[in-house]
């Protein structure tokens, strides 16, 4: 999990009226629209079901501590999403004692290796990367106009880039993938091959990849990767990653059609999995 810094999350709070409307315009979806399509639920019957639900950031000061403004952050997605939501005035064990003892349906907190979700009552542990992984997917299918028989190649074969790889096979998407280590990239395709029985294509060099694919989607950390060669006037890019990986010449050709935050749409998906249930 990439480790974000306060100016990933510092002015999420204030600009997610204004996110809404941007992805409405690229996908005709809000970011609660985005994730219950991530899910697979209804957006009504959510939209209806997040004021009866409470929440809560626990701050987790172990490891690299607690990142400023990342628990606000989170509390304000959950918040701007319909569900009562605040922070615990305990941090690590005695914050996630405090969440029970508080009843909260559902309980966040993140640590230097995982961000989770997890509800009170249900059992479930939703894992931001799988839920960024399905929401991105999701965005990027809208932006699409669907997946099926479509050709969209991940970069990047980490955790995030192997659930996105996945969810774009099960929704019919032809996929391909690259990886600065090869390795990962073969071990992937053999994977989806044992798992779906799908064929993954996988290419050798993302500086040999010309303008030939429908979609991208960019599981990277790394930036300036993605070239004016790699895209096209009607390329669609769901980026995930932080930084993002698109220089400033390929993202003047690719226009509206371009997706990124650092957590809003991962936290949106989180939130729709776990209360998915209750």
């Given at each position: 999990?990439?480790?974000?810094?306060?100016?990933?999350?510092?002015?999420?709070?204030?600009?997610?009226?204004?996110?809404d409307?941007?992805?409405?315009?690229?996908?005709?979806?809000?970011?609660?629209?985005?994730?219950?399509k991530?899910?697979g639920v209804?957006?009504?019957?959510?939209?209806?079901?997040?004021g009866?639900?409470?929440?809560?950031?626990?701050?987790?000061?172990?490891?690299?501590?607690?990142?400023?403004?990342?628990?606000?952050?989170?509390?304000?997605?959950?918040?701007h999403?319909?569900?009562?939501?605040?922070?615990?005035?305990?941090?690590?064990?005695?914050?996630?004692?405090?969440?029970?003892?508080?009843?909260?349906?559902?309980?966040?907190?993140?640590?230097?290796?995982?961000?989770?979700?997890?509800?009170?009552?249900?059992?479930?542990?939703?894992?931001?990367?799988?839920?960024?992984?399905?929401?991105?997917?999701?965005?990027?299918?809208?932006?699409?106009?669907?997946?099926?028989?479509?050709?969209?190649?991940?970069i990047?074969?980490?955790?995030?880039?192997?659930?996105?790889?996945?969810?774009?096979?099960?929704?019919?998407?032809?996929?391909?993938?690259?990886?600065?280590?090869?390795?990962?990239?073969?071990?992937?395709?053999?994977?989806?091959?044992?798992?779906?029985?799908?064929?993954?294509?996988?290419?050798?060099r993302?500086?040999?990849?010309?303008?030939?694919?429908?979609?991208?989607?960019?599981?990277?950390?790394?930036?300036?990767?993605?070239?004016?060669?790699?895209?096209?006037?009607?390329?669609?890019?769901?980026?995930?990653?932080?930084?993002?990986?698109?220089?400033?010449?390929a993202?003047?050709?690719?226009?509206?059609?371009?997706?990124?935050?650092?957590?809003?749409?991962?936290?949106?998906?989180?939130?729709?999995?776990?209360?998915?249930?209750?």
């Open positions: 999990m990439t480790r974000l810094t306060k100016a990933d999350v510092i002015n999420i709070s204030a600009e997610l009226g204004t996110y409307k941007e992805l409405l315009k690229k996908t005709e979806c809000t970011l609660l629209g985005i994730a219950c991530a899910v209804d957006e009504i019957v959510v939209a209806n079901a997040m009866s639900l409470t929440t809560c950031v626990v701050p987790m000061d172990c490891g690299q501590g607690t990142i400023e403004g990342f628990c606000d952050a989170v509390k304000q997605i959950v918040q999403l319909g569900c009562k939501a605040f922070i615990t005035s305990h941090y690590d064990v005695s914050g996630i004692a405090e969440a029970f003892e508080k009843k909260c349906d559902i309980i966040f907190f993140a640590d230097d290796y995982r961000f989770v979700a997890i509800t009170r009552n249900g059992g479930r542990v939703v894992d931001n990367t799988l839920a960024t992984a399905k929401g991105f997917v999701a965005g990027l299918s809208l932006m699409m106009g669907g997946l099926a028989d479509r050709w969209v190649l991940v990047g074969c980490g955790r995030v880039g192997r659930y996105a790889a996945f969810s774009l096979i099960e929704q019919g998407a032809r996929v391909a993938v690259c990886d600065i280590e090869h390795s990962r990239a073969l071990d992937l395709a053999a994977e989806a091959d044992n798992l779906y029985h799908a064929k993954i294509q996988v290419e050798d993302l500086e040999e990849i010309s303008a030939k694919y429908d979609g991208l989607f960019d599981a990277t950390p790394a930036a300036e990767i993605i070239e004016p060669q790699h895209v096209n006037n009607h390329t669609c890019v769901s980026a995930p990653g932080v930084p993002h990986g698109v220089c400033s010449r993202l003047e050709i690719i226009g509206e059609r371009f997706l990124h935050d650092s957590l809003q749409i991962g936290v949106a998906t989180m939130l729709v999995e776990a209360a998915k249930g209750l």
